[in-house]
């Protein structure tokens, strides 16, 4: 008997979840298909995957296919969203219907507006965090971990190579330099422009240099008073 019950119990319990959800459905569906031409009706019910349609598939995905605090972080607050989504959007459809009917106010355009806008945004949530998922993905991460790896492994080669070329580039313009030096040292810087002396002047030069130099040894000779030395020089002069 209370296995029965039990029984029962989850029963209706998928029946009012299924009736709730399919209510809903359609109250959002009804709005969005407002917002369409009617050879587009069909295209409506893709719409349903933003809202209740996401919201179970990312319940689907968060019990049996996600891995990792990422993927569970992203499946769980996409159905929140799409759940709070799928409120707002059967609430205005509600008031939009009622307010047609006479039953309440009809709302304004700016507040159609601004549904449509937030359903928009709603199915670009959706699309993002469909992406952000898989990007996510635990071996996606791990690609994603090593390649970072190989690229800081590059990087700190090439800083390397760029510090030993700096190294080495220093020692070639210091050994430039010097070979540099001693080439500039040894080249002739000679005035070449100046004339050349002829022969005879070199030879006149010559003897004036030694007719001056015993000159000089005679004054020499009697300035210590050496007569010895004074009659030597005066013989060779």
């Known amino acids: 008997m209370k296995n029965l019950i039990q029984w ?13 959800i399919v209510y809903a459905a359609s109250r959002t569906l009804d709005f ?13 019910y893709l719409a349903l995957f933003a809202t209740t349609g996401g919201a179970i598939a990312w319940l689907a ?16 607050i996409m159905i929140v969203i799409d759940v709070l989504g799928e409120i707002s959007l059967f609430t205005i459809d509600t008031l939009m219907r009622s307010g047609q009917n006479g039953l309440t106010s009809t709302l304004a355009p700016e507040e159609v507006r601004a549904t449509v806008m937030g359903m928009s945004i709603l199915i670009g949530v959706n699309i993002i965090a469909t992406f952000a998922y898989h990007v996510m993905d635990a071996d996606n991460m791990a690609a994603m971990e090593d390649q970072i790896s190989d690229w800081q492994i590059d990087l700190t080669i090439q800083k390397a190579k760029r510090e030993k070329a700096t190294s080495i580039a220093n020692e070639i313009a210091q050994r430039e330099a010097d070979a540099y030096a001693v080439v ?15 022969i005879g002047e070199a030879f006149s030069n010559l003897f004036r240099k030694n007719s001056r130099g015993e000159e000089m040894h005679l004054v020499a000779a009697e300035t210590v008073n050496m007569p010895e030395l004074q009659e030597t020089e005066r013989n060779k002069l």
């Open 184 to 198: 500039q040292k040894n080249k002739d810087r000679s005035d070449r422009t100046l004339p050349e002396r002829t």
């Open 32 to 44: 969005v298909n407002s917002t369409l031409g009617a050879e587009d009706q069909i295209i409506g």
């Open 61 to 76: 995905v968060f019990l049996y296919n996600s891995k990792g605090i990422a993927q569970k972080g992203i499946a769980l």
């Open 8 to 20: 029962i119990g989850k029963l209706l319990f998928w029946v009012m979840a299924t009736a709730l």
